[in-house]
């Protein structure tokens, strides 16, 4: 089993910045891709972005150039670096990780993008 927990939402004004923080902890052996999700009022969950063990990584189209994703060396860590942010934007996000076939996330941290 692995836990995940998210960290560093908030109210931020349009074209300011955001990091959030996901730790795993539990059984982290072997943690394959990990990324973040979001879903924002009235809409469906979707990929924001994603990165592999060896550090390749995958943005939606619409975050490109202004989000980036980290993860530390051990993998127990991972980081979306919001910048330029849009309100758009607004939505709770989710940590992911995928482990020997199985998915985990995390409770969610809201991000609130306005004036």
């Known amino acids: 089993q692995v836990q995940l927990v998210e960290s560093g939402g908030g109210l931020v004004q349009p074209g300011g910045s955001l990091k959030l923080t996901c730790a795993a902890s539990g059984s982290t052996f072997k943690i394959n891709v990990m990324g973040w999700y979001r879903q924002g009022p009235g809409k469906q969950r979707e990929l924001v972005a994603t990165i592999t063990p060896d550090g390749d990584t995958n943005y939606v189209d619409s975050v490109k150039g202004r989000f980036t994703i980290s993860r530390d060396n051990a993998g127990a860590l991972v980081y979306l670096q919001m910048d330029n942010l849009k309100p758009d934007d607004t939505a709770v996000y989710y940590c992911?990780?995928?482990?020997?076939?199985?998915?985990?996330w995390g409770q969610g941290t809201q991000v609130t993008v306005s004036s």
């Open positions: 992911y990780a995928h482990q020997l076939g199985n998915p985990y």
